[in-house]
């Protein structure tokens, strides 16, 4: 007679679950379905990802190419292209080198509107503020005080990549603008901070100096000279090495 309970329960608890599942199964369809969409829209951005670098790279790689042998007309055309690929990194790379063909036919207004969107086209601080701080000098001379202060400051904020150059060139708009006082405190803290590169330290301890023996033209004439070249950007695999522009 057990037996015949037990066959019973057992019974009525399968067709229990048996309802359950029967009523929860488009719920559970539905959210594997989602899993399932989710998970081939990351597989097919990762492919239309790795497809956008491998366009971008090719195009700037054969712009590079072409501004070595000189054929800057090409090289101009590759690099708009890499632009056009979309992708981040090589975008702001071939901004950078737009910029740098901009100053080359004088066109300041273009090269800082190209240094802008390269700026603002990656999030690898190397890039961004790189292009950040080019745009930044070549306003230096046009601009009021407050609008290059207002480009630098950003950039000489703890650990940012080019602080210490964001904060040589802040003090040299300070001293373009006419704060002598400000300029040489900058200069001073610049040229004995530790971690701030050689070059600079020397720059500001030269700057210093001039300002301290009263030769204020002096050290305003000095600002007219080129500045140092960035470091060079990290090299990206697949990718050439930047070549060296007036708007690197």
Same mark, same amino acid.
């Given at each position: 007679?057990? &037996?015949?309970? &037990?066959?019973?329960?057992?019974?009525?608890r399968?067709?229990?679950?048996?309802t359950?599942?029967?009523?929860?199964?488009?719920?559970?369809a539905?959210?594997?379905?989602?899993?399932?969409?989710?998970?081939?829209?990351?597989?097919?951005?990762? /492919?239309? !990802?790795?497809?956008?670098?491998?366009?971008?790279?090719?195009?700037?790689?054969?712009?590079?190419?072409?501004?070595?042998?000189g &054929?800057?007309?090409?090289?101009?055309?590759g690099?708009?292209?890499?632009?056009?690929?979309?992708?981040?990194?090589y975008k702001?790379?071939?901004?950078? !080198?737009l910029?740098?063909?901009a100053?080359?036919?004088?066109?300041?207004?273009?090269?800082?509107k190209?240094?802008?969107?390269?700026?603002?086209?990656? @999030?690898v601080?190397?890039i /961004?503020d790189?292009?950040?701080?080019?745009a930044?000098l070549?306003?230096?001379?046009? @601009?009021?005080?407050?609008?290059?202060?207002?480009r630098?400051?950003?950039?000489t904020?703890?650990?940012?990549?080019?602080?210490?150059?964001?904060?040589?060139?802040?003090?040299m708009? @300070?001293l373009?603008?006419?704060?002598?006082?400000?300029?040489r405190?900058?200069?001073?803290?610049? /040229?004995?901070?530790?971690?701030?590169?050689?070059?600079?330290?020397?720059?500001?301890?030269?700057?210093?100096?001039?300002? &301290? /023996?009263?030769?204020?033209?002096t050290a *305003?004439?000095?600002?007219?000279?080129?500045?140092?070249?960035?470091?060079?950007?990290? *090299?990206i695999q697949?990718?050439? !090495?930047? !070549?060296?522009?007036?708007?690197?």
């Amino acid at each position: 007679m057990s &037996d015949i309970f &037990d066959e019973t329960e057992e019974t009525l608890r399968a067709d229990k679950w048996a309802t359950i599942v029967k009523k929860g199964w488009p719920w559970v369809a539905g959210v594997l379905g989602a899993a399932l969409i989710i998970a081939l829209g990351f597989w097919g951005y990762e /492919s239309w !990802q790795a497809g956008v670098a491998a366009k971008a790279s090719e195009s700037y790689g054969t712009a590079i190419e072409s501004m070595v042998k000189g &054929d800057k007309g090409v090289a101009k055309t590759g690099f708009e292209a890499t632009v056009k690929a979309g992708h981040p990194v090589y975008k702001a790379m071939a901004l950078q !080198q737009l910029a740098g063909i901009a100053l080359e036919e004088n066109n300041t207004a273009e090269a800082i509107k190209d240094l802008d969107l390269a700026a603002s086209a990656s @999030k690898v601080p190397n890039i /961004s503020d790189g292009a950040a701080l080019k745009a930044a000098l070549l306003e230096m001379d046009a @601009k009021p005080f407050a609008d290059i202060e207002k480009r630098l400051t950003p950039l000489t904020k703890e650990g940012r990549p080019y602080a210490a150059m964001a904060k040589e060139a802040l003090a040299m708009a @300070k001293l373009q603008a006419g704060d002598v006082k400000g300029a040489r405190n900058d200069l001073q803290v610049l /040229s004995v901070t530790l971690g701030t590169p050689d070059g600079v330290k020397q720059r500001a301890s030269a700057f210093v100096a001039a300002i &301290d /023996s009263g030769a204020i033209a002096t050290a *305003q004439a000095m600002m007219k000279q080129p500045e140092a070249a960035m470091p060079v950007m990290p *090299q990206i695999q697949g990718a050439p !090495q930047m !070549q060296q522009t007036p708007a690197q």
